[in-house]
């Protein structure tokens, strides 16, 4: 009897000995991915009396975009917003003979975001891609 126990307990610290060094070999290979930097897309945009020149501006999704915003002599005052994308990128005050950049990452597609001021549909903003995960199978 006194055998099998110290059988029993040299298994059991067999076995915890490998699990204890099988787990730290583990945590050497396991490696933690950064995520990677997203690409650029720059795009200058007028305002004018009429609204935004393009009128619809297309960017692609998961790229960090950068707006240039050149408002004409004629164009509305106010703060401009892009709809669907509040928590995203903040609203800027705008108006005639002023330029404003608004930064933001396209995280969300659609094709159906606002550029507005006021309550004044100004122009549109598509978000080009998937909005799956590993895109469309």
Known sequence: MKRLLILSICVLGTVLVLVLADSRRSGDVLEVEED???????????????????????????HRVRLLIHAGPEAPEGL????????????????????????????????????EMGGRNLGRLEVTGSHLEDGHQ
């Open 36 to 62: 990677a930097p997203l690409p650029h897309v720059e795009v200058e945009l007028e305002l004018s009396a009429d609204g935004m020149n393009p009128h619809r501006l297309r960017v692609p999704k998961d």
């Open 80 to 115: 401009l917003a892009i709809r669907g994308y509040e928590d995203r990128v903040a609203p800027v005050d705008l108006g005639p003979g002023l330029s404003r950049e608004l930064n933001f990452e396209s995280r969300l597609p659609g094709d159906d975001f606002a550029f």
